[in-house]
């Protein structure tokens, strides 16, 4: 019965803790989880159509709410309990917070959980997302002038680009305050150095529209809260949908809010291009690459380029597309190397934006134990003084 949203968002969190080195059962802290998931297909196509099956008591009556059948149905599948379920299943006691804003909400999350960091409710926080499709192996109609592509492929930024394609996925990471990753120890892949969300509002063309000026607006604030120069952003995971009418609104809009950035010098990518848009997911995928990206110091490359698209003119703006993947070099200011940093950029239908400044992990120097270790005896014995001197040597 379980959505299989709900069901791969508690596996990969489990592995996140796993993979961090923390149990939440033995940890002493507050742990929050912040996610979200798409719309549930899974219920519609497989679960409703069998709902005879579910419950034996259900047979002979109405399948509602108010049977067992139903109701187990309903809290398997409704998105409400997507984080308060795993919080229950790994013992997590911080906040346990539901966050939809359609396509944007894997960055929002990630955003959110920063702040529930920043605030003290949570020492440790979950941030993810879900998006499954259900079935997995159906096609679409392309209609010219919607979202869809019409080859089957993400054309980011591209000259033929016609649309995106959806694909289906999981993400999630986990946060700490910095000082006390450092302090405890923890293995860091990034920092993030400053984020912020707001809205569109209402003057855009249509509700399903991008908005330029929030973009704008949105990358501004977080540059500002990170306190860094857009000159020093290496790297941007954009939206890049491959849409014709978002990727130019989009690379506008980051074009100006990274306007004292010098021409040509940061890279501008889409993970859409290798795996298709994770819709709901989406942001926290980008937000994972870009994170890998730092780690590995390697920019990857943005697939299916050619030419650009003519509404993009990348001569105006600080951005160019790498087709290859391409090491990742230090920046310079003032004679000093400084450390590498990215931008993450998302938005949604409904007019959410989201964006955040990363920088790579600080260098940790490993710290001498200045305590001397405890004099242990250690008693040997063997079968004959022949055995015993053999040991010893």
């Known amino acids: ?50 709902r005879g099956q579910l419950d034996s008591n259900d047979q002979l009556q109405p399948f509602t709410l108010d049977s067992m059948g139903g109701f187990q149905t309903m809290v398997a599948n409704d998105k409400d309990y997507l984080t308060t379920r795993i919080s229950y299943k790994l013992n997590l006691r911080g906040p346990s917070v539901n966050i939809q804003t359609a396509c944007s909400t894997g960055l929002v999350v990630v955003h959110l959980a920063c702040q529930s960091l920043i605030n003290g409710e949570s020492d440790m926080a979950l941030a993810g997302a879900a998006s499954i ?9 392309y209609q010219e002038g919607l979202i ?33 990753a450092l302090a405890d120890n923890d293995q860091i892949y990034a920092v993030i150095k400053g984020s912020a969300i707001n809205n569109d509002g209402g003057t855009k063309l249509g509700f399903t529209a991008p908005g330029g000026e929030g973009q704008i607006s949105v990358a501004a604030e977080a540059l500002a809260f990170a306190g860094v120069d857009a000159n020093t952003i290496s790297f941007i995971e954009a939206h890049g949908t491959g849409t014709t009418l978002g990727d130019p609104i989009e690379v506008d809009a980051l074009a100006k809010a990274y306007s004292a950035a010098n021409q040509g010098e940061c890279a501008l990518g889409s993970v859409k291009t290798n795996i298709g848009h994770m819709q709901i997911a989406s942001g926290i995928v980008g937000l994972i690459k870009a994170t890998l990206a730092l780690k590995h110091q390697i920019i990857p490359p943005t697939l299916h380029f050619q030419n650009p698209n003519p509404q993009i003119d990348f001569s105006k703006t600080p951005f160019y597309i790498n087709t290859e993947a391409i090491p990742w070099q230090n920046k310079q200011q003032n004679g000093q190397e400084l450390p590498r940093r990215a931008g993450v950029n998302s938005l949604g239908i409904g007019g959410v934006n989201a964006h955040i400044i990363l920088e790579e992990a600080p260098a940790v120097i490993p710290q001498q134990n200045q305590t001397k270790p405890p004099i242990h005896l250690l008693t040997i014995s063997a079968r004959n003084p022949t055995g015993f001197k053999r040991f010893s040597q």
């Open 148 to 180: 869809l592509s019409g080859d089957g492929h993400c054309r980011a930024f591209d000259a033929q680009a016609q649309g995106t394609i959806f694909g289906s996925g999981v993400g999630v990471v986990l946060l700490k305050r910095l000082s006390d």
């Open 1 to 50: 019965m379980l959505d299989p949203q709900q069901r791969l968002l508690l596996q990969s969190s489990w592995e996140c803790l796993e993979n961090a080195g923390y149990n939440p059962n033995s940890y002493p802290g507050a742990i929050g989880i912040f996610a979200g998931a798409s719309m549930n297909t899974y219920l519609i196509n497989n679960c409703y159509p069998n």
């Open 133 to 141: 499709n259900s079935p997995q192996k159906i096609g679409y109609l």
